[in-house]
Every structure is written in C-alpha cells, then in structure tokens.
C-alpha cells in the first residue's frame, strides 16, 4: 500500500494541508499514524475516505436530519465499518427521495392554492397525528404555530384538530423550511395568500437572503436533492470499493 505525506494528501484532492488535518480531527478520515520524526503518514485508504468525503459535502442539504445522516455515514466508513456505512448512505438516499417528493408535492399545492381549489376538509387529524404524516416533530409545530404560521382550530374538549386545509399549509411551510426560507418570510407569503390568492409570490416572499418564488425555490431544492441523491449513489459505489479493498 502506498503512503503519502500531508502534502501529497493535500496536493492529491486539491485541499489545504490544514483541511487535511481537521478531517483527520473531526474523525472523518482514520487517524493517521506517525513516524518517529512526529510527520503524519498517510495511505490509499485515506485517499479514498478523503475522496468519499468531498463527494459527502459538495450538496449541503440540511433538512430533517440529512446533514447528521451523511456525517455519521462518512464517519462510520473512517472507523473501517463499511457494512454499517452501507446501511446509512442507503438510508440517506432513501430519505433524500422522500425529501424530493415533499417539494414536488408543495408545488402542486401552491398551485392549486393559487387556482382557488378548495381543501377538501375530510381530515381531523391530533398533533401527535398530523406530525406523524408529516414527518415534522410535534415541537416543530408547536413552534410554527408560536409564530403565527398556522392557527389550528380546537374541539370542545380542547383538542387541536388539524383539518385538510391545514395539512396543505403545512406541507408548504415545511418545504420552504426545507428552502432555507424564514419563519418571517413564510408568514408574510401566507398572510398575503390568505388576503390575496392572486398575490405576486415572488415579492412576498422577497428577503434579503432571497428573491425567488415559493415554486422556483422548491424547483432548486429539487435539483439540490438530486444532486444530492446521485452523490449518495457514488458513495455507496465507492464504500463497496473500499470494503473489497480494505477490509
């Protein structure tokens, strides 16, 4: 097996020396054993956990717990546990289409909301209920309805109940959740719809961070997730190249 110095590392995946040593910190490459002299000695392996890793977070997707799926997969295979690493870039791809299909579906929603179609109000759903078709932590809608994203109506007992209408907007709130978009920016989108359908999405939704519409802004979410979804097909590519050389 050949062995590189932390230059020729560097040089190699076209990085900083000093990125070499952080990834060699934060446990996303094995750590390197050393020669007398102290200097770090590196192998194949490293250049290929090295090249798993640029692959992992070239698409930053944060939603839902991506993010810690991706660095808990990338971390596995440092540690040598390809099977296990397997399992969780699987699991990474699997919830990256699932993540695609959210946004595609906001979409049609939007579009419907922007049409006039009405909800069809057969759903009567609890919180605990509504967050386990979501997919959304019960915190996370206790918090988007602190904020006035959402004012769910109660029964007599005091129950919240979570109507068809409901769903729809929260499906919507989630993938602009997902788009990076603000609490502030969703509500001021919300607010206008509810007041205006035929509102200019594009302006209502514009922030300093952002100047796209709630479709357009999903579309790119789209893209990233895919983007994301073939990097993890890579990955899983390069993890069983590794587990038949390393192992």
């Not at 579009?111 to 959304?136: D, H, I, N």
């Amino acid at each position: 097996m050949n062995i590189y110095k932390t230059s020729e590392v560097a040089k190699i995946i076209g990085i900083h020396p000093n990125t070499v040593r952080m990834y060699e910190e934060l446990g996303l490459i094995p750590k390197a054993e050393r020669k007398s002299n102290g200097y770090r000695v590196f192998t194949d392996f490293h250049i290929q956990q090295f090249q798993l890793a640029r692959i992992a977070f070239q698409i930053e997707v944060l939603q839902n717990g991506l993010r810690k799926k991706i660095i808990e997969t990338v971390k596995t295979s440092a540690n040598g546990d390809f099977d296990k690493a397997l399992i969780l870039a699987n699991e990474y791809l699997l919830q990256v289409k699932e993540e695609q299909h959210n946004a595609e579906e906001a979409i049609i929603l939007v579009k419907q909301l922007l049409a006039g179609e009405p909800a069809k109000e057969t759903l009567f759903l609890k919180r605990k209920e509504a967050s386990q078709l979501l997919g959304v932590p019960i915190d996370t809608l206790r918090n988007w309805e602190l904020n006035g994203l959402l004012k769910v109506k109660r029964k007599n007992n005091g129950y919240r109940i979570y109507t068809d209408e409901d769903i729809i907007r929260l499906k919507i709130i989630r993938s602009l959740r997902c788009a990076n978009y603000s609490l502030e920016a969703i509500l001021r989108m919300l607010n206008e719809l509810s007041v205006n359908p035929k509102a200019n999405l594009k302006k209502v939704l514009n922030t300093p961070k952002s100047d796209t519409d709630i479709i357009s802004a999903c579309d790119k979410l789209i893209v990233s997730l895919d983007a994301a979804g073939k990097n993890a097909e890579k990955i899983m590519s390069i993890l069983f190249e590794m587990k038949s050389k390393f192992s």
